[in-house]
């Protein structure tokens, strides 16, 4: 390999800042999660079947407490916590122990706990882990849960149902989508009179050669580390580009729509809207203090940044490229093997995934978008600070559903994102060698996880 990826693999190595579990849930922790557990299975059955059947209708059976895991540590663990609430009282014979732990010990600690007897009933994770955990199988289909609920593709946001099928079974319930957005200072626009934030390449440019002049030297902060890869991601996607081939079986970010892409972030430095060696969440924390006027970053930021009082506006990101698209990640539900073998605590697990699905309107008050098409025309969502997203519903793009893809990125993507940042490599460079590393990590994970 080129390079070692910047976190080491340890989640010691994550700053202490908010939401940066983002990271790990489609990147590093796929690394410590394979190379911590193996390439077996975790008991069960060769075929990934637990008890199906699941009716539709509440458990009725005898009371039980159902274990559930999640990684909402941050500020949307409140509204889960009160989601959760809810729920226990509406249901008098279950109750829930709630497990909320950071992604990555969460995505470290799931197999080996499940394997044990000790992971939990029930739990959310991230879509692009859906195909490894379901590989491993610590994870069930809940191909009955979704036809008793009357779920189909048609119900969500394009394409987040897809990737929730593996080996033509589905095991995930889609909750919400998170994707990377625009902020801009309202009062740094106000001083040199943009009134409308940018939506392309020119009137980005526009934008920040006014902010300059307005006295704001270093507007738009571009971090060699943490969100970059998801920037780069996005503008590959809107040059008609795609990181990796459909089946996983190649990579392809280092053509033309990569080096374009790339070749874009690394001029917002070298026109110096951007400081050199950003680190990993710095261009956050400038933005939040009000040091800079523009960044780009998670949706999950949305709730700190109303407690700090900023004047923040929250649009799509800038269509640079030919289209618009943008890296996005969905929560779903999951069932564990431990609990799909009792025929009582599988149907009330899946009780209560369904339950949890149906409220993923007042979801939004941790700053996600409802995955339900219906749940956004709820005015729970509709009067949400993320409403102004909704239009971005229709680009979202989300990785490959492949198991053990999420290990090659950080291996390979955000190095190269990284080198070119630094001035270390130019754009096309760092992005052909990792191109080329990433052939030899995807046989790799071709020979792990081949049928």
């Known amino acids: 390999m ?88 509406e249901h008098d014979n279950i109750e829930i122990k709630t497990n909320s732990i950071s992604w990555p010990d969460f995505y470290q600690q799931l197999p080996a706990a499940t394997q044990a007897g000790k992971g939990p009933d029930v739990g959310a994770m991230h879509l692009d882990q859906i195909a490894t955990t379901a590989a491993r199988q610590v994870i069930v289909p809940l191909d009955d849960l979704a036809e008793a609920l009357d779920l189909a593709e048609e119900d969500f946001a394009p394409s987040v149902w897809g990737p929730g099928i593996y080996n033509d079974e589905r095991y995930g319930i889609p909750f919400d989508v998170h994707c990377l957005a625009m902020y801009y200072n309202k009062d740094h626009f106000d001083e040199p009179g943009i009134s409308e934030p940018p939506t392309d390449a020119a009137s980005f440019d526009e934008a920040m050669t006014k902010l300059q002049g307005a006295g704001f030297d270093t507007p738009f902060w571009m971090p060699n580390l943490w969100p970059s ?20 079986t190649e990579a392809t970010f280092g053509d033309e729509a990569g080096v374009k892409a790339l070749s874009w972030m690394v001029e917002q430095i070298d026109k110096g809207y951007s400081p050199t060696n950003v680190e990993a969440d710095a261009q956050y924390t400038a933005f939040k203090n009000g040091d800079t006027s523009v960044t780009w970053d998670g949706i999950w930021q949305i709730n700190d940044l109303q407690a700090s009082g900023l004047p923040f506006g929250v649009p799509s990101i800038p269509t640079i490229g030919d289209e618009p698209a943008v890296w996005a990640n969905s929560h779903q539900f999951f069932l564990t093997r431990e609990a799909a073998d009792d025929e009582d605590r599988s149907n009330a697990a899946k009780t209560y995934i369904g339950w949890l699905s149906e409220q993923s309107a007042d979801w939004s008050a941790a700053g996600m978008i409802p995955a339900r098409n219906s749940a956004r025309e709820e005015p729970a969502y509709q009067e949400s600070v993320q409403y102004a997203l909704n239009e971005q519903t229709e680009y979202l793009h989300f990785l490959s559903a492949v198991p053990g893809l999420g290990g090659v990125t950080p291996e390979t993507i955000e190095v190269a994102v990284n080198e070119a940042m630094l001035g270390v490599k130019p754009p096309e460079e760092a992005l052909m060698d990792a191109q080329e590393d990433a052939v ?3 046989e790799e994970v071709l020979s792990r996880y081949g049928e």
């Open 440 to 442: 030899q990590l995807l």
């Open 229 to 248: 890869h998801l920037m780069f991601l996005s503008l590959l996607w809107q040059f008609g580009g795609e990181p990796y081939g459909e089946d996983g």
């Open 2 to 89: 080129n390079a070692t990826p910047w976190y080491s693999g340890t989640s010691a190595a994550l700053p202490p800042l908010s939401r940066r579990g983002f990271l790990w849930l489609g990147a590093g922790a796929a690394t410590a999660y394979l190379a911590g557990c193996g390439g077996d299975s975790v008991g069960g059955g060769a075929d990934g079947e637990g008890v199906g059947g699941f009716s539709g209708e509440d458990y009725a059976g005898a009371a039980l407490t159902l274990t559930y895991w999640n990684g909402f540590t941050g500020g949307d663990g409140p509204a889960m916590q009160a989601l959760v609430k809810k729920f226990v009282s």
